[in-house]
């Protein structure tokens, strides 16, 4: 049966087996906050690192996947966040939380005032077009070399005074599981059901009475708010921003972890994320060959299982639970 | 109430060269079922497209309820309570049955309950015979069925004054097309809703509709009853392409297509 407040407050959602699975990643969670006390401190480093891209590739999933926005430019705006956090600290004195949020709310303008330029933008000219802003954007930080320090990079003051990757860890953790479960409610409400509408047929959409002009706007800052948030606390971890970070490999990155991992699931872009930055490091001998393997292993993944390592879950889970 | 619920005043919209509909104007009571009917590319969509607001008018004015519908999008003519069907159904294809229905629901001007919401969806999908497919994906919809689920989607919306159905009937087997001409009328009779059917299929349009609209490319040229209407030597002239007695579109067949010969009465559907 379905509790009725339950399914009022949150939509018509499936509440037996999302409590099922809140309980599943509750236990996920502890575990993971538990992880770094078992681990020295470089693999704790690439698990961090790996958290920084679960919100990255997450919050791409909500507007590539979910609402069918192909962006290219996410990259871009976690780098943007970053400056814009780091030159804060930097030249206005105020505190790096302050500037984190600073960082997270300039991208979210900036997300919306893409989201109203592109709004009747096919998928190929959105990806264009987003992609030139993100080119632009890292030319400019580039030649801004007065206030950005150019490709030399800018010393970034740290978030936390710990020289360990441990807190860090925890301060990623608890930020990509925030952003995984406020995406969960996000997408069970009704704003989901606008936002997955928008993807399969904008038309139709409007035609039923969603102000689809509105919610893609509206998608499009929230999931660049986050990204450029997430980017600026990654700033305040490495110590060293750089355009350099900002090359398209890091968007191509962030959508090969989403595809392989399985787009429009939740738990794709967080098992995509930690699998290609841990493999990432693992093969990090082989250099820009790296890419290469991703991108076949994501062709290989697509042609076999569209769904990603998430869809060959389910199916494994089906297997087993049919056998049993 | 004696004022008309649309008022179509002189609608003009070309496409480049091509004038889809020229100077249309009518009015629709309320709670009128009105058939339309026309031969391929006469501008009956192109209609809808204006009404719905998928299309604005080069010249003219749409008028709902006494208020004019210029310069709105389709989600403010949505609130308002137009609702359409689609000639090549669109449904949304990555949603289940039931959740197609209820993004109806989540429509920006609604503020009704899920639970309510739910259980008025899950009675349309019953009314259509969708019920047993309420938990598929709708890609994995046949076409009629599609057709079926964007009539659901279409009834679900509120508020609901005026339904725009583009050819609702067309590849659905006879049985269901029985249920939707109930469906129909019951929405029409329960809550006085008013229907725009494009049909080709007499039969059903008498069924129907107590007063038919004939289009010719993009031209308004006849209104009235189907038997009145079929008689018109100028609608049997759009739809034979020269005049001819007893060929017109009361014999059920596809309109534009070479008359068999044969006149005689309309024949039902099963
Ligand atoms: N978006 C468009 N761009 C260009 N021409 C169009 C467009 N929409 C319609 N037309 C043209 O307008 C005319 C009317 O088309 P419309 O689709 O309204 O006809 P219809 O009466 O619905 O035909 P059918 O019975 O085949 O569905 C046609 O000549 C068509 O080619
Ligand atoms: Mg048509």
Not at chain 2, 153 to 159: G, K, M, N, S, V
Request: charged residues 15%.
């Amino acid at each position: 049966m379905i509790p009725l407040g339950w399914a009022r407050a949150l939509g018509p959602g499936m509440p037996g087996a999302s409590t099922v699975r809140a309980a599943g990643a509750a236990a996920g969670l502890a575990a993971a906050a538990l992880l770094p006390f078992a681990l020295g401190s470089y693999p704790v480093h690439v698990l961090t690192v790996a958290l920084y891209y679960v919100i990255l590739a997450s919050s791409w999933n909500l507007l590539a996947g979910y609402t069918g926005l192909f962006s290219l430019a996410h990259h871009a705006l976690a780098g943007l966040g970053g400056y814009t956090s780091a030159l804060l600290v930097l030249r206005a004195g105020i505190p790096v939380p302050l500037g984190i949020a600073c960082g997270g709310i300039l991208t979210y303008a900036t997300g919306y005032a893409m989201g109203a330029l592109t709004l009747r933008m096919r998928t190929l000219y959105l990806a264009l077009a987003t992609w030139a802003f993100a080119e632009s954007t890292r030319v400019v930080i580039s030649m801004e070399y007065g206030l950005t320090r150019g490709d030399l990079g800018l010393a970034v003051p740290k978030l936390l005074a710990a020289t360990s990757p441990r807190p860090y860890y925890e301060v990623f953790l608890a930020a990509a599981a925030a952003t995984v479960a406020g995406l969960a409610i996000l997408l069970r409400s009704r704003i989901g059901y606008r936002l997955r509408a928008i993807r399969d047929d904008e038309g139709v959409a409007r035609a039923v009475g969603v102000n689809t002009v509105r919610w893609k706007r509206f998608v499009f800052a929230l999931s660049s708010g986050i990204a450029g948030a997430a980017g600026a606390i990654y700033g305040h971890y490495i110590g060293l921003l750089s355009p350099v970070g900002m090359k398209f490999d890091e968007m191509a990155l962030v959508i090969i972890m989403v595809v392989l991992g399985g787009q429009r699931t939740l738990a794709g872009p967080v098992l995509g994320a930690a699998v290609v930055e841990v493999a990432s490091e693992a093969l990090r001998a082989y250099g820009q060959i790296r890419m290469v393997v991703f991108a076949l292993t994501v062709l290989a993944v697509m042609r076999i299982y569209p769904s990603g390592l998430m869809g060959i879950a389910r199916a494994m889970a089906r297997r087993w639970l049919a056998a049993a | 109430m004696d004022d008309p619920l649309l008022i179509l005043d002189g609608l003009h919209k070309s496409f480049g060269g091509v004038a889809a509909v020229r100077g249309v104007s009518t009015t629709l009571a309320r709670g009128e079922i009105r058939g339309l009917i026309g031969p391929n590319g006469s501008g009956k969509t192109t209609l809808l497209n204006l009404v719905g607001g998928q299309t604005r008018p080069d010249r003219g004015w749409v008028v709902l309820a006494g208020r004019s519908l210029e310069g709105q999008p389709p989600d403010a003519i949505a609130a308002r309570g137009v609702a359409r069907t689609f000639q090549l159904p669109r449904v949304f294809r990555h949603m289940t049955v039931l959740e197609n229905l209820l993004v109806v629901v989540c429509a920006d001007h609604r503020r009704a309950g899920w639970v309510e919401a739910r259980r008025d969806a899950e009675a349309l999908l019953r009314l259509v015979h969708l019920d047993g497919l309420a938990h598929a994906e709708a890609r994995t919809l046949s076409g009629g069925q599609a057709m079926l689920l964007q009539l659901a989607r279409c009834l679900a919306q509120r508020p609901l004054v005026l339904c725009l159905l583009d050819e609702p009937f067309a590849g659905v087997h006879p049985g269901i097309k029985e249920r939707m001409v109930q469906a129909i009328h019951e929405t029409n009779r329960a809550h006085g809703v008013t229907f725009l059917v494009v049909s080709h299929e007499m039969p059903t349009l008498r069924r129907l509709a107590g007063r038919v609209s004939v289009m010719h490319n993009g031209a308004w040229i006849a209104d009235g009853p189907l038997d009145a209407v079929a008689r018109d030597p100028r609608v049997i002239e759009a739809y034979l392409g020269r005049p001819g007695p007893g060929h017109g579109p009361e014999e059920g067949r596809a309109p534009g297509r070479a008359a068999d010969g044969h006149s005689g009465q309309p024949r039902d559907p099963a």
